[in-house]
């Protein structure tokens, strides 16, 4: 996503990286460019209102319990013969 995909094909085209052609989808302009490994990179400029960005509610911190682990105990065991 990009506030100017015009601007951003230019500068693209200053570090001779080709971009596709600009393209209208409704929802905003849109081009792709080819990454090296022979993926696409889609970039586009949003018509529509950006989202508020979220706020973060810290959490209260849980307390920590701690688990006694269990211990074997030892038997003597008394042969009979």
């Known amino acids: 996503m990009c506030d100017d995909v015009q601007a ?3 500068e693209m ?3 001779d990286i080709a971009c596709d052609a600009v393209q209208d989808q409704g ?3 849109v081009t792709q ?3 090296p490994g022979g993926g696409k990179l889609g970039v ?3 018509r ?3 989202p508020k960005a979220m706020s973060v509610r810290k959490t209260a911190k849980k307390p920590r319990v701690r688990v006694k682990k269990a211990t074997k105990k030892k038997s003597k065991k008394t042969r009979r013969r």
């Open 8 to 10: 951003f094909v230019r």
């Open 13 to 15: 085209q200053k570090h």
């Open 27 to 29: 929802y905003g302009l």
């Open 33 to 35: 460019l080819k990454l």
């Open 44 to 46: 586009y400029q949003p």
């Open 48 to 50: 529509h209102a950006r």
